[in-house]
């Protein structure tokens, strides 16, 4: 049977002038899914990934931590799109309609940024997010 992983590249440096590269973390985060990948003797086949500096930075620590990695087949139509240039015109088009949960996501994302959440697993604070962020009207649960 074939599997197929998906990954998204490691945290970016979000805030930084140059975006398209990553944090120290997500280093980090791409050689601990190498090492994930290795001690579960998990090997591929073939890597496609978009042409952005983040992704190849990705696949480079992924390989560092795995042992190896087949090269990569790079495509740019594998990277990202510009949500927001996407939303506004959808939007231009279609002003009765709204793009939703656009608030909920811009949300996490200042949360995510806060020093106390560094470190705490994804679905964790998104659900605590969910739970007690969201009740009070504030935006963002308190550390």
């Known amino acids: ?63 560092k931590g795995a042992g190896s990695l087949p090269q990569a ?20 088009r279609y002003p009765d309609q709204k793009v939703p949960k656009v608030r909920l996501a811009l949300n996490i994302i200042a949360c995510l940024k806060k020093p106390c959440w560094h470190g705490q697993p994804m679905n964790w604070t998104i659900t605590y997010w969910m739970k007690v962020g969201q009740a009070s009207k504030t935006g963002l649960p308190p550390c």
């Open 1 to 63: 049977m074939t599997d197929i992983y998906l990954v998204r590249h490691g945290q970016a440096s979000f805030g930084a002038a140059n975006y398209d590269k990553l944090s120290d973390l997500g280093a980090q985060q791409s050689k601990w899914l190498g090492h994930y990948f290795k001690q579960r003797d998990i090997t591929f086949d073939s890597v496609f990934m978009g042409d952005m500096v983040r992704h190849r930075e990705t696949a480079e620590g992924i390989a």
């Open 73 to 92: 087949n790079i495509n740019s139509e594998l990277n990202e799109f510009n949500f927001q240039a996407v939303a506004t015109a959808f939007l231009t």
